[in-house]
């Protein structure tokens, strides 16, 4: 429960922003976190906004502590060489220059990396057992939902099935890729997106570059799997399209301006690359169509997992002992 335990309980110490099952969350914990959330932001958020944004991430942390404590009982802790090697990996596509760079930009050191790895690995384990390796779908659901959902897979227009690694420069509160890795300027946008570029052309999988590095949210976490576009989507931006309808699959574009059309407004964000994954002419598609069966089988499964994610993180929330001293504080003062 994220809410404040009731009780008589003992006065924390001044730092102790937060208890889960008697574990201590230190406000110089918090405030690192804070300070990587603001990355190279020049400008301090108005003290409110500061605190709704430190709020937010003490949640985080909290519902992030009672998942660590859970995997140290089922014994699904990260190792040392879990750590090392995802380390590595990460290091890979930089100078040791370039490495400490990044982490100063992101207010972090090493230890405080390596940490945040553990943590991010340990939480992948236990899903994994916990909720992952729970789901089935069988091909007496996915027949059942092509019947109940056949007009979806009759293509009115020409699809274009399509993934795509981005990278902005703009500022982000949120990093989804598995490298944790922001661009923080227009310029290191553009060089890192020249040295994915370069990483596809020496003949690296474009998949496991988007999950590392792309920083779309939407889909950098399934490879930059946009899906099926409709053509007559891909007319709203004329250079990917010219360059699209000229790829075979398999094929990649050339680096490409990212564009926001969010507010009517269309403006330039950063940099795309595209890549074809398949193209499909209109008509229906059947079920005996092997990718029409994988498109029912992954949706049925994210939709799954998604439910189950969200029972299972609320039934270790009403299970956990958690007291939110920062948020308590914070009432008491605007009472004051």
């Not at 409110?48 to 992030?64: C, F, P, S, T, Y």
């Not at 040791?96 to 945040?116: A, H, I, T, V, W």
């Not at 990278?167 to 300027?185: D, E, F, I, R, Y």
């Not at 299970?319 to 504080?329: D, L």
């Given at each position: 429960?994220?809410?404040?335990?009731?009780?008589?309980?003992?006065?924390?110490?001044?730092?102790?922003?937060?208890t889960v099952n008697g574990k201590e969350i230190l406000g110089s914990e918090l405030e690192k976190y804070y300070k990587a959330n603001l990355g190279d932001t020049q400008q301090e958020p108005v003290p409110e906004q500061?605190?709704?944004?430190?709020?937010?991430?003490?949640?985080?942390?909290?519902?992030?502590?009672?998942?660590?404590?859970?995997?140290?009982?089922?014994?699904?802790?990260?190792?040392?060489?879990?750590?090392?090697?995802?380390?590595?990996?990460?290091?890979?596509?930089?100078?040791?220059?370039?490495?400490?760079?990044?982490?100063?930009?992101?207010?972090?050191?090493?230890?405080?990396?390596?940490?945040?790895?553990?943590?991010?690995?340990?939480?992948?384990?236990?899903?994994?057992?916990?909720?992952?390796?729970?789901?089935?779908?069988?091909?007496?659901?996915?027949?059942?939902?092509?019947?109940?959902?056949?007009?979806?897979?009759?293509?009115?227009?020409?699809?274009?099935?399509?993934?795509?690694?981005?990278?902005?420069?703009?500022?982000?509160?949120?990093?989804?890729?598995?490298q944790n890795n922001k661009a923080a300027s227009e310029a290191d946008a553009k060089k890192k997106i020249e040295v994915l570029q370069a990483k596809l052309k020496s003949g690296e999988e474009f998949g496991a570059l988007?999950?590392?590095?792309?920083?779309?949210?939407?889909?950098?976490?399934?490879?930059?799997?946009?899906?099926?576009?409709?053509?007559?989507?891909?007319?709203?931006?004329?250079?990917?399209?010219?360059?699209?309808?000229?790829?075979?699959?398999?094929?990649?574009?050339?680096?490409?301006?990212?564009?926001?059309?969010?507010?009517?407004?269309?403006?330039?964000?950063?940099?795309?690359?595209?890549?074809?994954?398949?193209?499909?002419?209109?008509?229906?598609?059947?079920?005996?169509?092997?990718?029409?069966?994988?498109?029912?089988?992954?949706?049925?499964?994210?939709?799954?997992?998604q439910l189950l994610k969200t029972a299972y993180f609320q039934v270790l929330d009403n299970e956990a002992k958690v007291h939110n001293y920062f948020a308590e504080q914070i009432i008491k003062r605007g009472a004051q």
């Amino acid at each position: 429960m994220l809410a404040t335990v009731a009780g008589c309980h003992r006065t924390p110490a001044p730092d102790v922003m937060a208890t889960v099952n008697g574990k201590e969350i230190l406000g110089s914990e918090l405030e690192k976190y804070y300070k990587a959330n603001l990355g190279d932001t020049q400008q301090e958020p108005v003290p409110e906004q500061a605190n709704i944004v430190r709020l937010n991430i003490l949640k985080g942390m909290i519902e992030d502590e009672i998942l660590q404590q859970r995997a140290a009982k089922l014994n699904l802790a990260a190792s040392d060489e879990d750590v090392n090697a995802k380390l590595t990996e990460m290091k890979a596509p930089y100078t040791q220059e370039e490495f400490d760079k990044q982490l100063k930009q992101r207010n972090l050191s090493l230890e405080d990396l390596k940490r945040d790895i553990r943590r991010q690995l340990t939480k992948t384990k236990l899903l994994n057992k916990e909720v992952e390796s729970k789901i089935n779908i069988t091909d007496a659901e996915i027949s059942s939902n092509y019947l109940a959902h056949k007009a979806d897979f009759n293509l009115i227009e020409p699809q274009y099935h399509l993934a795509q690694i981005v990278v902005t420069g703009m500022p982000s509160q949120q990093t989804p890729n598995l490298q944790n890795n922001k661009a923080a300027s227009e310029a290191d946008a553009k060089k890192k997106i020249e040295v994915l570029q370069a990483k596809l052309k020496s003949g690296e999988e474009f998949g496991a570059l988007a999950m590392q590095f792309s920083e779309n949210p939407n889909n950098s976490s399934n490879g930059g799997d946009m899906g099926f576009i409709p053509e007559s989507s891909l007319h709203n931006e004329p250079q990917a399209y010219d360059a699209i309808v000229k790829l075979k699959p398999g094929q990649t574009t050339d680096i490409l301006p990212a564009i926001d059309n969010s507010g009517g407004a269309r403006r330039v964000v950063g940099y795309v690359i595209y890549k074809l994954i398949a193209r499909e002419p209109a008509g229906q598609r059947e079920l005996n169509d092997p990718r029409v069966q994988q498109t029912i089988r992954q949706g049925l499964r994210e939709a799954r997992a998604q439910l189950l994610k969200t029972a299972y993180f609320q039934v270790l929330d009403n299970e956990a002992k958690v007291h939110n001293y920062f948020a308590e504080q914070i009432i008491k003062r605007g009472a004051q």
